[in-house]
C-alpha cells in the first residue's frame, strides 16, 4: 500500500511559478507510475504528467507541454512537478496519486492540492 502526502500549491500570479511535491511511503516504487492530476471547477479529473518510478520515463500533457516538469527524487521517494508560466487556465485541485505499472487507473491518491493562478 502506497501513501502519499503532497505539498506545495498556492495562489500565484500569471506567469508565476509553483512546485508540487509528492513524498510516497512505500516498500518500493519500482512498479509503480506516479503521476499528476488535476481538477478544475465544473471540469473532469486530468492527468497533468506522468513519471515511471524505475526508468524515469515521462509523460506531459499537451495543455501543459513546454511549462510543466515532473521529476522523481529516488532517494527521497518524492515527485515533484515543476509549473512555469503559469496562466490562470492551470487553476485546479491537484493531485498526486500512483497506479501499477501496465494498470489504467490510479489507486492511491494524496490530498488536494489547490493552485490559483490569477490574471
Known amino acids: 500500500q502506497v501513501q502519499l502526502i503532497s505539498s506545495g500549491g498556492g495562489p500565484v500570479q500569471a506567469g508565476g511559478s509553483l512546485r508540487l511535491s509528492c513524498v510516497a511511503s512505500?516498500?518500493?516504487?519500482?512498479?509503480?507510475?506516479m503521476g499528476w492530476l488535476r481538477q478544475a471547477p465544473g471540469k473532469e479529473r486530468d492527468v497533468v504528467a506522468a513519471?515511471?518510478?524505475?526508468?524515469?520515463?515521462?509523460y506531459v500533457a499537451d495543455s501543459v507541454k513546454g511549462r510543466f516538469v515532473i521529476s522523481r527524487d529516488i532517494a527521497k521517494k518524492t515527485v515533484y512537478l515543476q509549473m512555469s508560466n503559469l496562466i490562470p487556465e492551470d487553476t485546479a485541485v491537484y493531485y498526486c496519486?500512483?497506479?501499477?505499472?501496465?494498470?489504467?487507473?490510479?489507486?492511491?491518491w494524496g490530498q488536494g492540492i489547490q493552485v490559483t493562478v490569477a490574471s
Open positions: 513519471i515511471t518510478w524505475s526508468e524515469g520515463r515521462t
Open positions: 496519486a500512483v497506479k501499477p505499472r501496465g494498470g489504467n487507473e490510479y489507486t492511491n
Open positions: 512505500a516498500r518500493t516504487l519500482d512498479y509503480y507510475v
